[in-house]
């Protein structure tokens, strides 16, 4: 059985401590392996890093097991044959896929889509009038204080400013 340990924390002696006190105050943080140790058995001995007790090092901060990965080795799914042996293009995929897409489109027609309209500007115009019209409206109902005025001004700004973020730079073009 080891024995127990003082610890040096913040100026202060604290202990002794068991191996198991040890060992929650490392896994929490509160020690590190720069804290000074001293065996109670031992109270003549020299404080020393924790570190330096190679033993209680090693017990109360365990080495972690690294990941390592090796080369990945990428194939072509749209090959036929031996495709472990074929190189990976990148370009060739697209071009048999977008083949395969066009072949697809031949045995089956779609109706183009519609153009899109552009109805972004006067979407921004009428939220952007209507909250404006509502924020002015809650302000003169409640009775036009220079206080209010100010806030409602801000609401004003932020919700423009956030309106027009969301809809010319957020969204996609409608």
């Known amino acids: 059985m080891n024995p127990p340990y003082f610890l ?7 202990g002794p401590h068991s191996l198991e006190v040890l060992r929650q105050k490392a896994e929490i943080h509160v ?17 020393r890093p924790l570190r330096e007790d190679r033993p209680l090092h090693a017990f109360l901060f365990p080495a972690r097991p690294t990941l390592s990965l090796g080369k990945a080795q990428y194939t072509s799914a749209n090959t036929p044959g031996d495709a472990a042996s074929a190189p990976v293009d990148v370009f060739a995929m697209l071009r048999d896929n977008a083949a395969r897409q066009n072949a697809a489109e031949r045995d089956v027609p779609l109706p183009p889509l519609p ?31 220079i206080v209010h005025g100010i806030f409602v001004l801000s609401l004003i700004v932020m919700l423009t400013l956030s309106l027009y973020w969301v809809l010319y730079h957020v969204l996609d073009p409608y």
């Open 8 to 14: 040096l924390e913040d100026g202060r002696i604290t």
């Open 115 to 145: 153009p899109r309209g552009k109805r972004r500007n006067r979407d921004f115009l009428v939220v952007a009038i209507g909250g404006d019209a509502l924020a002015l409206g809650l302000w003169l109902w409640g009775g036009c204080n």
């Open 31 to 47: 020690i590190s392996a720069d804290t000074p140790i001293q065996p109670a058995s031992l109270p003549e001995a020299a404080w």
